[in-house]
C-alpha cells in the first residue's frame, strides 16, 4: 500500500524552504518507522497539487533524498522508501515536553492496579494449557460461524449490520434468548426484561453502577471472580466477602443491612460447588428478610454433562428479587463479547440507559450473526460436542489427578470445565506457575480470587476447555513432578 | 425449529400428578407465546428420558392435549403445536408479585431521563430523511466490507476472531491507525498511545470517568454533542456551558479553575463551525495557562470535500495535554461501534483498564474486519465516494434552501454532512418535526443540543448523509411549506 497524499501537512510555523521542509517530512517519517522500506511515495504531481506547491519543489526535494538513500526511483513506477533507508529506532523517543502535563493531578480517578492478574496472550503456544475461558479450535464450530456471519452480512440485513440502534438491541437475538435459552434455565421473561450485554463482564459492571453506591453493602462469595471484586471496588461500596462451602454460599451468613447479594449457585467461581436446591430457597428466604437483591451470574450453565444442569435460581423468584447474567463468550468463543442481563423492567430500563451512555449498543453484526447460529440449531450442536469433550477430558483429567496423588478441592457436580485444586504443604502456586510456564505448562495460581491481605496461595485452577485430552496426562504428570521437587518429596 | 426438551422442568413444588403437570407445562409455553403454533414438541420418549418419568405419562399427556386441540399429531413425524391452539394474549400479564421489591429504593443510582432524544429506528421507510449518522447503503461498500469480514472469518484469523484479548486490542488495527490514520490528522503517536473503544460515545465515556470527580470543572460548547453532555451530567462535575460563535469555541471564555474542555475544532457540533488556526492555537495557549486538558472530538474529518481539512488541534499539542476522539462509527457505519482514544501513555493506561473492568475488549471479529478494509484500502475509496456525494448533495441542498428562503445558521468550512438551520419568528422546531414526519420529513429538532432551562426551540440540523440527491429539493420544499403554514404566511 502506497503512502497517502493525505499525511502530508506544511507546518505554518516551520522553518526553512519548502523543499527543506519536505525532505524533512519524509525523513522523519521514514525515521519514525511510518514510511517503511519499499512503500511508494505519492507521485510529485500528487504532493504537489496537495499541498499548493509547485511540482518542481516537490521533484527537487525527492532527488535530494534518493542522492542520500532515503528513497530509490524505479523510473516511471515512482518513488520508493529506499532498502537502505536508515532503520527507525526500536523505541522512538517520548516527546519530552509531555511532562509539561502533571498527570498524578490530571487523573481524577485511577483505575489501574486491579486484581484481574495478567494472562499470557500467546496461552494456544504453550504444550499444556490448564487454562480458563478460552476457545478450543478443535471444538468450536468454525464453518457453521462463518456460514451465519455470512448471512448476516448479507443484503438482506444490511440495516441490521449497520444501524445505529440507539439504545436498542436486536430483536431476533432478543426474542430467541427469550423464547429458547431461558426456558432452559427454567425462567420466563419478556423482551422487556432482557437486554444484551457486552459479555458478562459488562453486565456485571452495569448491574453494580445501578444497584450499588458508596453507602451500600455488597455481599460476594469469597472465593470469587477476581473481576467481580474489581467492579466491587471501583463501585466503593462496602463489600462483605463471604466463605463459601462446598455448597456454595452460605445464607446464614449474610449479615443485616445487605443490599446486593453476588452468588455463582450453579457452579461456583472458582471452587465449581453447585448449591443445593434447599439452600438455593434458605437463600432467596434470606434475600426476602434482608429486603436485599440477588445478582446470579449463571455462566457455564450449558458445560453440565455429568447430570441435567439445576434450575436457574432466577427460576425460583416469584418477588423479581433475582438479576440473572448470563453469557455467550463462554459457550460460542470469549471474542465474541455477548451476554445479557434478565431483569425486571424498572433494573433493565436504567441498565439500557446506562449502556447507551457507555457504548450505545452492542455492534449489530455480532448480535444478528448470533441470532442466526442459535436459532438455526448450530448452538445447541456445538453445546453438545463441548459437553462431550468436556466429559472425556474431565475423566482423564480425574484418572491424572488420582494417579499422581494431586489434591482436589472442589469440583462440579454438573460438570464445568475445570477443577479447583490444593497444593500440599502450602506450596505458592504462584511459584509454582513460574516454574510450570517454561516446560509449557499453563496453569491459575488460586490467590487472585480471594479477598482481604492475607490470601491463601496454596490454591490454583487446572482448566480442561483448551487442552486437547490427549496431552492432559503428560500435562498433570508435569505438574505433579514439579510439586514434588518444591516440596522436596521424591517420588 | 422443534421445542427443544431442555426447556421443560419438574417444578419440586408443584401440586397434583405428573401427568398433570406436563399437560400445564405444555399449555403454559402455548399461552405464554414461548411454543407456537406448529413448532415440533420433543418425542415422548425423550421427554420421558429427560425428567425421568415413565413414557405412558407424557404419551397420556400429550393425548389429552391433542383432545383439546393444544396438540395435533402427524403421524411419526410427532407432535406439533396445533394451529388451532389458544393464542397468547398480546401483552402477556406481568407476574403480580414482583411488588416484592420497591424499586424506587432499590436502584442505587439512575440513569435515565438524559437529554439525548429518541429517535425513529424506522427512518430508512421515510421518503425525506434528513437525519445525521445513519449508513447510506447506496454509498456504502458492502461488497468490500463482506470480503473483508470473511477474510477475518478464515483459519487463518482464528486467534483475532475467538481469542479473549483480556486488556488489549488487535495489533493490527492499532498499527494502522498509528501509521496510516492519525498522519492524515497530522498526529504522531505510538501504540501505547492509543485505545481502541466501542465509538466515539465510549472513548468520550471513559474520558470523563478517568478525568472528572465532582469537584472538578469542565467547559463544554453550548450547543454541543447531547450524548456528550449527558455523559458529563452523569459524571456529576461541575459544568460551564460556552457558547460557540461562527467559528466555534471562544477560549478567552473558559474561565479560571477549569480542569477540561471539550471542544469540536475540525467541525463544531451541530454548527458545522470550523475553528481558524489562530484560535486553536490561542485556545492551546489558554488551557496552558489554566493547567486544563483538552479533549477534542474529531468526528467527521473525514467529509471535507470542499477544502483539505485542518490538521487536528492534537497535532499542535507540544504538551501532551490534547486527548483525541476518533472514530469509524460515522465513516463506516454506525452499527460497527468502533472508535479511537490517542492521549499521553498514563492517560491511555487508566483508559485500558477502565475499559476493561467494563466491558474487556471490543469484539475481536470487529476490529480484524475494520483492519482489513482500512489496510487494502477500501476505506479510502469509500471516503472518496461519500465525499463526492455529500459535495453533490451539499450544493443540491444549498439551492434547495436559498430557492425556498430558509435560514442557514451555520455550516462547515471544509464539507460536512449537515446543516445547521434556524426558523423565522421562533418556530418551535420539535412541532415542526411532528407536522412533517406524517409527510415523510424527518429532521432533528435543535433544542437537544442546548444548555439550560430555557433552550432555544428555533434550530434544527438538516443532515444530507442518508438522503439521496434527488428527493432533497422536495424534501425542502415539504419543509418551507410547512413553516409557511405555521407561520401564518402564504408562498
Known sequence: ??????????????????????????????????????????STRRLATHLGISRITVSLAYTELQANDYLTSRGRSGHFVSPNAPEPPPAPPTRGTE?????????????????????????????YPFIYGQADPTLFDHANWRLCALQALGQKDFAALTTDYYDQDDPRLVEFIARHTLPRRGIAARPEEILITLGAQNALWLTAQILLTQRRRAAIEDPCYYGLRDILTQSRCHLTPLAVDRDGLPPEAIPPRTDVIFTTPSHQCPTSATMPLARREALLARARDLGALIVEDDYEFEMSFLTAPSPALKSLDTDGRVIY????????????????????????????????????????????????FLSLGHYDALIGRIRNALRDRRAVMAQAIADHGLTIAGRGAHGGSSFWMQTPRGVDTERLAETL?????????????????????????????SIPADRISDGVAEIAGTLQTMTGDTP
Not at 524552504?17 to 524533512?24: H, K, S
Not at 511532562?99 to 504453550?126: E, I, K, N
Open 1 to 42: 500500500m502506497g503512502i497517502s497524499v493525505e499525511t502530508f501537512f506544511l507546518d505554518p510555523h516551520a522553518q526553512g524552504t519548502l523543499q527543506a521542509q519536505i525532505r524533512q517530512m519524509i525523513a522523519e517519517g521514514i525515521l519514525s518507522g511510518r514510511f517503511r522500506q519499499g512503500e511508494r511515495l505519492p
Open 99 to 127: 511532562d509539561a502535563v502533571d498527570w498524578s493531578r490530571a487523573l481524577g480517578r485511577h483505575y489501574t492496579g486491579g486484581d484481574t492478574p495478567g494472562r499470557p496472550q500467546d496461552w494456544a503456544r504453550f504444550r
Open 325 to 372: 447474567v448470563g453469557s455467550f463468550s463462554k459457550s460460542i468463543f470469549p471474542g465474541l463479547r455477548l451476554g445479557y442481563l434478565v431483569g425486571p423492567e424498572p433494573f433493565i430500563r436504567e441498565a439500557r440507559a446506562l449502556r447507551s451512555l457507555v457504548l450505545r449498543h452492542p455492534p449489530g453484526h455480532i448480535m444478528r450473526t448470533a441470532a442466526y
Open 437 to 465: 510456564r517454561p516446560r509449557g505448562v499453563l496453569i491459575e495460581p488460586g490467590r487472585p480470587f480471594f479477598h482481604g491481605a492475607d490470601r491463601p496461595r496454596d490454591f490454583y485452577r487446572l482448566a480442561y476447555s
